[in-house]
């Protein structure tokens, strides 16, 4: 073994370790606070790379480590391609350890630090823009959304979304990694200063912003079966549950997502049942339907029942790779075999739209409504509030994950979207969580996985006319971030490029094979 590969082998190991560092501010451990600091470790390795192949190749061992451990929970569903994915995707991140390589390797000087704290957030944020690709398996532990507790932070996703409170983290652990390599006084200080600046500036902004506009209030019910035996007794602990509602001036009862397996365009005797139910309660129902429909595709869907039967239904759009369906299913579908991967892949709707709900007085409620994996896409919740919905609604079930960090980590998205969209947002699971957060994402009711039943939540709605800046501008952060890298990029292959145009030494006159001239 080479004294070069004894050096770096344990650097690589050391960066595919320090990717883990980032996951422990999920919910499941939740430390949010070390978010501000827990890409350091990665990147002091990333800079102290001999050069810029070995920094890439440490950025990628990073990339892996934080894919494998942050979606560790997929193994049931996805057996031997988790690591598979963790080496794909991980290599997302090779960028970010060029680019901790070109700024800040050696002693840094002031204007590579300062090109630092732009590029190496717009390389991360770049990234995550890039891996939330629906195509591509969709976002999730984006790093934005470890801050979903803190609403003083949050208010930086009503500006930018999650993109920008991930950006935000980025350039603080950036300006303490220059803060740690920097001996000059000078620069030590300024890097100081700009991760004070930014820590401050959600806290600046949410003591700025007015208190969002709201239209009247409502009354939600979160209905949480728990875990059942099989499908039927799945809908018989939900109408169970229900009917405790019976007499709560309830506007809109939710259910998880999967909540039964009838068709309700076919089978009648449940859809009466169901409006019965909604009668004796006074109020609208919101179910969740996985069946196999007339054309003989199995679809999940969300629909909205009253006292005279069905009024209208939503289709999930965006389905969870290997869960609801396999990418490439002629090519990877062998997963299904060695795992509990779809054996077929269900049918997806083809847009976002409201659903016509009316409270218990016959009044207007327009509900956004979206189904589980949905809640970690920006853009459909986005969508739903520039239709005018005054509350958001996530109908969801994580019980194949029941024991994992998924379902809290789950839950917490929905203060994200609470805080990027200004509305209100409820989750209703089937097996937990079930939670309610305002319109800047503070958590007002949460039922556990450990708990079942239900639980009520009086709502201020949002003003259907309302939008945050998220939801006008929309994705500017991230195609900001892209627009960074490549100037970026640009930038460092000027150099080589006018290397490689620099005329080389003129040729020599001596013919080829002459004795040297004697003097």
Avoid at 36 to 47: E, I, K, Q, S, Y
Avoid at 239 to 252: E, F, H, M, N, Q
Avoid at 312 to 332: D, M, N, S, T
Avoid at 374 to 390: V, W
Wanted: hydrophobic letters at 50%.
């Amino acid at each position: 073994m080479s004294l070069r590969t004894a050096l770096t082998r344990p650097a690589r190991y050391g960066a595919l370790a320090s990717g883990t560092l980032p996951v422990l501010t999920f919910p499941g451990v939740g430390l949010a606070w070390l978010a501000w600091a827990a890409l350091v470790p990665g990147l002091l390795l990333m800079r102290a790379a001999d050069g810029p192949r070995e920094a890439a190749v440490r950025g990628w061992w990073f990339g892996a480590g934080f894919i494998l451990t942050g979606m560790y929970w997929l193994i049931p569903s996805i057996g031997p391609a988790l690591p598979v994915l963790a080496v794909l995707f991980g290599a997302l991140q090779a960028p970010l350890g060029l680019a901790a390589w070109w700024l800040l390797h050696g002693e840094p000087t002031a204007r590579r630090a300062a090109a630092a704290l732009a590029v190496l957030p717009a390389v991360w944020v770049s990234a995550e823009f890039v891996r939330s690709w629906d195509a591509l398996g969709g976002p999730w532990a984006l790093l934005g959304a470890t801050q979903w507790e803190h609403p003083a932070v949050l208010s930086l996703a009503s500006i930018g979304g999650v993109w920008l409170v991930s950006w935000a983290l980025v350039t603080v652990n950036t300006a303490l990694l220059v803060l740690l390599c920097a001996h000059e006084v000078r620069l030590r200080a300024a890097a100081g200063t700009a991760a004070l600046a930014v820590l401050l500036a959600g806290p600046l902004v949410f003591a700025e912003q007015a208190a969002p506009a709201t239209a009247g209030s409502a009354s939600v019910g979160l209905v949480q079966s728990g875990p059942t035996p099989d499908e039927q007794a799945r809908l018989e602990a939900n109408i169970k549950i229900t009917r405790s509602l019976a007499g709560r001036p309830v506007d809109l009862v939710v259910w998880g997502e999967s909540s039964t397996t009838d068709d309700l365009d076919r089978k009648q005797s449940t859809v009466d049942r169901l409006a019965a139910l909604s009668r004796s309660t006074g109020a609208q129902l919101l179910v969740g339907e996985d069946a196999r429909k007339a054309d003989g595709r199995i679809s999940k869907d969300a629909v909205l029942v009253d006292g005279s039967g069905l009024v209208a239904r939503y289709r999930k759009i965006r389905l969870v790779p290997f869960g609801e369906y396999i990418p490439l299913r002629p090519l990877l579908g062998w997963i299904a075999g060695v795992s509990a991967a779809a054996g077929e892949n269900r049918a997806p709707g083809s847009a976002v739209h409201l659903l016509p709900v009316v409270d218990r007085d016959g009044r207007p409620l327009p509900v956004g409504t979206l189904i589980c994996f949905e809640s970690a896409f920006p853009d459909m919740s986005r969508t739903s509030a520039q239709q005018g919905a005054a509350l958001i609604v996530y109908q969801s079930a994580t019980s194949t994950f029941q024991s994992t960090w998924a379902p809290a980590q789950h839950a917490s998205l929905g203060a994200l979207r609470a805080a990027e969209t200004g509305r209100p947002v409820v989750q209703a699971a089937l097996t937990g969580e079930s939670v309610a957060y305002d319109a800047q994402g503070r958590r007002l009711v949460r039922l556990t996985t450990d708990e079942s039943g239900a639980v009520t939540v009086r709502l201020s709605l949002a003003d259907p006319s309302a939008r945050t800046w998220y939801v006008r501008l929309g994705d500017w952060v991230p195609l900001t971030a892209l627009a960074v890298v490549l100037a970026a990029a640009a930038t460092a292959a000027l150099p080589l490029l006018r290397e490689r145009r620099r005329p080389g030494p003129p040729p020599s006159t001596t013919p080829t094979g002459a004795p040297p001239a004697r003097v």
